[in-house]
Nanobody, 116 residues
């Protein structure tokens, strides 16, 4: 069983930065996808960024050039560096792990508020 613990959300002004972290406990397979989703009030949860075990990263168009996903395999931790934040980035952010081909795990969610 894998558990994910997120940290790093908070309140930031437009144009500011935040870094989210997701630490996984338990065994992670050699093939995985680590990702970040977000859900704003009244909207569907959307994939923001993901990185595969092979190192391939992808991003939703709205965050390209501003957000960066990275990982520290030694710590079973992945990160979302968010720069140039906009009010429309405000949401609850969830980390996600696809472990192997069919095991899905979610973090508890962390609130990101972008407001002056």
């Amino acid at each position: 069983q894998v558990q994910l613990v997120e940290s790093g959300g908070g309140l930031v002004q437009p144009g500011g930065s935040l870094r989210l972290s997701c630490a996984a406990s338990g065994s992670i397979f050699s093939m995985y996808v680590m990702g970040w989703y977000r859900q704003a009030p009244g909207k569907q949860r959307e994939l923001v960024a993901a990185i595969t075990s092979g190192g391939s990263a992808n991003y939703v168009d709205s965050v390209k050039g501003r957000f960066t996903i990275s990982r520290d395999n030694a710590k079973n931790t992945w990160y979302l560096q968010m720069n140039s934040l906009k009010p429309e980035d405000a949401a609850v952010y969830y980390c996600h792990l696809r472990n192997g081909v069919s095991y899905d795990y979610w973090g508890q969610g962390t609130q990101v508020t972008v407001s002056s």
